[in-house]
Structures are given as C-alpha cells and as structure tokens.
C-alpha cells in the first residue's frame, strides 16, 4: 500500500469513526435525558471524548501543521479519557445503590 492509498484509507476510518462517534453520543445523551440516568450521563460524555479525540487528532495534523505523532498523542489522551469515564459509567449505579444486587434479583425470598 502507498502513502496515498493509506492515507485514503486513515481519512475513510477516521469519518466513519467521526460520524458513528457523534451519532452514538446523540443518542446516548437522549437516552439520558429521557431516563436522568448518571450512569447513561457518563457514558454520554466517555463517547464524546472519543469522538472528541478523533476529530481534534485529525484537525491538528491536517490544518494545525501538528505532526502525526503529537496529533495521535492528543488523540489517544482524549482515548483513554473516555475510555476511563465509560467504565466509570459501568459502576455509577452500583456506587450510588450499594445494597441492591447486580442481577437485579430480589434479595429476601
């Protein structure tokens, strides 16, 4: 594979990545508002990030003269960021309801 065709290719993956990040964090973020929910809350703004990531990574090296190593550094931070907060996400309700079980089974029977 040349430069132009990997290039083709990196631009490709990092619009879909663009555009599956941005509607997964819209509909994320309705599902939070309908429920309230904190856990669907963080997972809204860990997919954010990502998608933040992607388009700040692409941004810097193609219009900022950023080189490509810094701009996949900025992206991998906003990576592992969100990454970070979606997990977080994971535990939301189980850190604000201790004493109710994860399978959701009635304890007391």
Same mark, same amino acid.
């Given at each position: 594979?040349?430069? /132009? ?15 599956? =990040? ?10 939070? #508002?309908?429920?309230?929910? #904190? ?6 703004? *860990?997919?954010?990030?990502?998608? @933040? =990531?992607? @388009?700040?990574?692409? &941004? @810097? /090296?193609?219009?900022?003269?950023? !080189? ?8 991998? &931070?906003?990576?592992?960021? =969100?990454?970070?907060?979606? !997990? ?12 109710? !079980?994860?399978? *959701?089974? #009635?304890? *007391?029977?």
């Amino acid at each position: 594979m040349n430069l /132009h065709e990997t290039t083709v290719v990196l631009v490709a993956a990092k619009t879909a990545t663009l555009a599956f =990040g941005s509607a997964l964090t819209y509909l994320s973020y309705s599902a939070f #508002r309908r429920t309230d929910s #904190r856990a669907l809350r963080a997972l809204t703004i *860990g997919i954010a990030l990502l998608t @933040l =990531g992607v @388009l700040l990574g692409g &941004v @810097l /090296h193609q219009f900022a003269d950023i !080189t490509l190593e810094a701009s996949v550094s900025v992206q991998s &931070v906003f990576t592992a960021v =969100g990454f970070a907060v979606m !997990t977080y996400s994971l535990f939301v309700d189980i850190i604000d309801e201790p004493d109710r !079980t994860r399978s *959701g089974a #009635r304890t *007391g029977d």
